[in-house]
């Protein structure tokens, strides 16, 4: 079957929305580091509004920093991917026309820099993952002895990592009498562009102090906050889309109807009209605590209990009337904690969340969320639970999360069927929990790793004391057990 392309896009089904504009017309206004699907399904969206509007400063440039995966799906493609977004029976697809190159910085370490340098460049994303940045998780500094972040703390004649490619655009740029970009982290991260700022800064202090002033005076890093499901597309996926098409997309993302991106409205230069789905704010802090609290802690908490019952998706742990009581009493804990902006209903915000972890179309798997637990937890769980404790409140249903997490790196379900831990930390883990033969050892292990674990909860005797409790009741008993029987205590 033909790969979608500029040649059969007109002739596509009435059904599927293309872009309007004149393709050949557009500037890469925007490089996005970390091409995936989640940018794929939401930034690459924003921008293709911006282009649609009759604005075709927007392109993306889009770069992967490691791998060829995406650049070899969309390169055959001429860019061009569809976005389906199911809700239900209904399902729309549209094609998104935005992405106009994908670089691998591997392989075309100078072409990126090129395009970070370029003139016509006014904003720079980023979705490279929480350990994309380089930064310890609990002090905010660059982990120095990472190979890579040592390479660019040396030299960044060849950049190595995100910062170290920042770093050196923004030197090219400020030789050149450029202004700088607006560089917006868009991963999942508290205080994401204070953290982007502070790595960018500290390497560049290391290579020219009088760059790391201009760069503090002159270039913008906005919190953001961003809020899109989008699951892993499957083979299965692909081939049902070409059914539709008549052509095989292999690029395709799916996602929910849902989107959401907070900006703080702190920009370095230029930027589009915004439409629908992005709002510019003054604070983006309360929205972000409130997304990462209510939605990202209810979701690795279901990944990791629902996972360990040998449960591939979320929609169906939330059929167990068990796991919905949980989700509700873990959401009650984390709300205690809020300071909702003004415009969040936290009521509704609920209610919504739960029909969106509910839609069954979107098969959002719990393996999926699961990865890199050791990077998520500090700020979906572990921050709410030391906000709690600092007030003197138990966190039951929190504290089974992070039980659950750490049931997760035995690397088998309660079925007996083995998983691979896709995790950055896996080795260390493994390496912890080799010689802990109890619960109550398990833990001492995970709290004794300052990478993870804040130093107010490793001297916390409350948490030590229930996070044993309830990993003894996970080994004991398996997850769905424990769900039933913390349900039953609870009532």
Known sequence: MNRLSSSNCDVLPDTVLRPSYDRASVTCGVVHLGIGAFHRAH????????????????????????????????????????MVVRDGAIERRRIIGAVQQVIVATEQP??????????????????????GYKLDSLTGALIEDDPQVARDIASLERPQTAPGYLVAALSRRRAAGLRPFTAISCDNLPRNGQRLRNAVLELARRHDPALADWIAIT???????????????????????????????????????????????????????????????AAVGP????????????????????????????????????????????????????????GLNIAAYRRDLMARFENPTLRHQTRQIAMDGSQKLPQRLLATIRARLA????????????????????????????FAIDDPLAAPLAEALAGASTPAERVDAILAMDAIIPVELRQDARFREALVEKLGALEANGALATLAGYRQASA
């Open 287 to 342: 929205w972000e605590e409130a997304k990462l609290r209510l939605l990202n802690g209810a979701h690795s908490a279901l990944a990791y209990l629902g996972g360990l019952a040998g449960i591939d998706y979320i929609h169906e742990v939330l059929a167990l009337p068990d796991a919905r009581t949980f989700v509700e009493a873990l959401w009650d804990e984390a709300e205690a904690t809020l300071s909702p902006p003004n």
């Open 43 to 82: 930034q690459a969206e924003i921008f293709e509004d911006a282009l649609e509007s009759g604005d075709l400063r927007w392109g993306i440039c889009a770069a992967s920093l490691r791998s060829a995966s995406v650049r070899d799906q969309l390169e055959p493609q001429d860019g061009l991917y569809t």
């Open 219 to 281: 270039c913008a890093f906005p919190e953001t906050m961003v809020d899109r499901i989008v699951p892993a597309t499957t083979a299965g996926d692909i081939a049902a889309l070409a059914d539709h098409l008549g052509v095989e997309d292999r690029g395709m993302v799916k996602t929910e109807p849902f989107t959401q991106w907070v900006i703080e409205d702190r920009f370095s230069s230029a930027r589009p009209a915004f439409g629908s789905g992005v709002q510019l704010t």
């Open 391 to 418: 007030k003197d409140q138990a966190s039951h249903s929190l504290v089974l999360a992070v039980a659950a997490w750490i049931r997760w790196q035995h690397g088998r379900n309660d079925l007996g069927e083995p």
């Open 110 to 131: 100078e072409q990126l820099l090129a395009a970070l340098s370029a003139e016509y460049t006014h904003i720079v994303t980023l979705t490279i993952t929480e350990k």
